[in-house]
């Protein structure tokens, strides 16, 4: 056999495998669901055609609203309480010192913690009769203060942003200490010949130095909260009154717990549509920041 | 405390005591520092502690270290809850999985960097489009997919889901390392009458081998901590993993704070010793996938 057909093969059999499991589990779904949007379906029978009708249903449907503002709100949270955490812990956690080292492996801790368990310890603490937080605002003399903080609709969704945000820093300090470091050391001796110390020179030097890092983190805040599920699952199940429920979540109530199968698939759609406009942005933004 | 905002020492008049000054506000900030890092470990050190106390103990006294130190929670969230099933069930997913990514990864990662041929180019865009689905809108078509197939409830139901998902991560992390190991070697070993096979295997996978390491090490911890493919697709008791297990362990001892407590700590003690051998990889590989997926 000559060798050309003989690495053929090779390329062939070595390929294959990958690339069918990839495109049979990853891929294809992406098409069958675009399929399935169409059809009212309950999972048993006929499909019946109808449409774009699930897509109206679901535009009609306050409850998918609902959900989409959570998933703002869940943004919003991570870029004013994530970002700046992760930043300002960067800055104090740049030099590599054993220290610093030990606090960075700290905040990066909850990265490997299971989200099931990260979802029903916080769930402990908001609890109303025994949770930590209820128990420290009684100690410090706020007990009236303390109530049901996963039910209450006016505040669940915030409190479940919170171990959302608080378990998903860590990424976000390592890439800010990246850029931090890459800053040459001359930059920092010429604004040291300028007098530029302490706020100043973060204001006027540091931080315009690290704003495409900062852009690129802000897109990652807005990618990550499409991929938020978990914790709500765990904790509220999207509840109570639907009121926190999450796109994500939504899809899954909305399939699973009454056999929607073609509105489950339209919504599933329509999350694909809306993280494959989020990265449109992200690539027209980093475009722009390179050019 | 050296921080990039901080000057270089002033070495002015007066510098002693702008020093001292700079010494606490140093100390300050570390201090802050430290009490951040501690409330955020704060929520483990609670269930591990918790895991360790009787009920009673735990409603009255949640703030304080065990008054008895107990370890029956755990022995008993073994048998009771069927933790000891479903870790052997997150261990049988988790292993095969995390060597079927390996072997295709590496394999299609091999013939991706060395070798030029007519679908080349569609074969790696596949696997960079790929990286831009989200993982939750596939849940309800492979749902549907596999319960035609009647895979649901199977093992394989989460391995080849796994599987798929981590080979993008891998084939790129694999790709990247070969492209910093010269072809000679490689061509030599050729020569000397090794196949293309023969080449992998005794050459291309042992020279892989930190790469590998870290493909399989990110690969671990997002199959072991995996919880919406297991929700959806395994129903039966005897094949629930860790997490699902987890998840509605409450609905049997929902009461039985300590019992819980002690399951969590089973769940999370394997990822908790892996962190604590890996930090670094760790680190740089989730950071990375973050950016990239």
Not at chain 1, 121 to 133: A, D, E, H, V
Request: proline share 4%.
């Amino acid at each position: 056999m000559p060798a050309s057909l003989r690495s053929n093969r090779f390329i062939l059999i070595a390929l294959l495998p990958a690339l069918i499991v990839f495109v049979l589990f990853a891929v294809l779904p992406i098409l069958w669901s675009i399929y399935y949007g169409f059809f009212q379906w309950k999972g048993m029978g006929d499909a019946k055609f109808i449409g774009l009708g699930n897509y109206r249903d679901m535009l009609q449907d306050p409850v998918f609203w609902r959900a989409l503002r959570n998933n703002l709100i869940l943004v919003v949270s991570a870029i004013v309480g994530q970002i700046p955490i992760a930043l300002a812990g960067a800055l104090l956690l740049t030099a590599n010192t054993w220290f610093n080292r030990l606090i960075r492996s700290a905040l990066f801790m909850p990265m490997v913690l299971s989200t099931v368990v990260i979802g029903m310890i916080w769930g402990y603490i908001y609890n109303y009769q025994f949770g930590l937080l209820n128990q420290a605002l009684t100690l410090i003399g706020l007990e009236s203060w303390t109530q049901a903080w996963l039910s209450n609709p006016k505040l669940n969704m915030y409190a479940v942003s919170i171990p959302i945000n608080w378990s998903n820093i860590g990424p976000y300090l390592i890439i800010f200490i990246a850029a931090l470091q890459n800053i040459s050391s001359e930059i920092h001796d010429a604004a040291a010949i300028d007098g530029a110390t302490g706020w100043r020179k973060l204001v006027s030097v540091t931080l315009p130095m690290i704003w495409g890092t900062v852009v690129v983190t802000i897109v990652l805040c807005i990618a990550g909260s499409l991929k938020a599920f978990d914790h709500v699952i765990v904790m509220t199940g999207g509840g109570p009154a639907k009121s926190t429920e999450l796109l994500a979540t939504y899809m899954y109530n909305s399939t699973f717990a009454v056999y929607r199968y073609g509105y489950g698939s339209a919504v599933s759609t329509m999350i694909l549509l809306i993280s494959l406009l989020l990265i449109g942005i992200n690539m027209a933004v980093t475009r722009r920041k390179s050019s | 405390m050296k921080t990039t905002i901080a000057p270089p020492a002033a070495g002015s008049a007066g510098g002693e005591r702008s020093r001292l000054r700079r010494l606490i506000g140093g100390g300050a900030l570390k201090l802050v520092l430290l009490l951040y890092a501690a409330g955020t470990l704060y929520p483990l050190y609670w269930l591990f502690i918790s895991a360790m106390k009787t009920n009673e103990d735990f409603f009255a006294h949640p703030y304080s270290l065990p008054s008895e130190w107990v370890f029956t929670n755990i022995s008993r969230a073994w048998d009771l809850g069927n933790m000891g099933r479903a870790m052997l069930n997150s261990a049988i997913v988790t292993s095969v999985s995390v060597a079927l990514t390996l072997l295709l990864g590496t394999l299609a990662a091999y013939v991706l960097s060395r070798f030029q041929f007519r679908l080349h180019k569609l074969a790696l865009g596949i696997f960079v489009i790929g990286m831009l689905v989200p993982i939750h809108s596939t849940l309800v078509p492979l749902f549907i997919f596999m319960n035609k197939i009647g895979m649901l409830d199977t093992y394989g139901a989460l391995i080849l889901p796994y599987t798929a998902f981590e080979l993008p991560i891998a084939i790129f992390i694999v790709i990247a390392y070969l492209s910093s190991i010269p072809r000679e070697i490689e061509e030599a070993a050729l020569i000397d009458g090794n196949g293309w096979w023969g080449v992998f295997f005794r050459m291309i996978l042992p020279l892989c081998k930190p790469a590998l390491a870290t493909v399989a090490i990110l690969a671990f911890l997002r199959f072991w901590n995996d919880f919406a493919f297991a929700l959806v697709f395994i129903n039966s008791q005897a094949l629930k993993t860790l997490p699902l297990s987890l998840s509605l362990f409450s609905d049997g001892y929902g009461t039985d704070y300590s019992l819980t407590m002690g399951a969590m700590a089973i769940a999370v003690l394997p990822t908790i010793i892996a962190y604590l051998i890996f930090q670094e990889q760790i680190m740089k590989g989730m950071t990375a996938g973050a950016v990239k997926g």
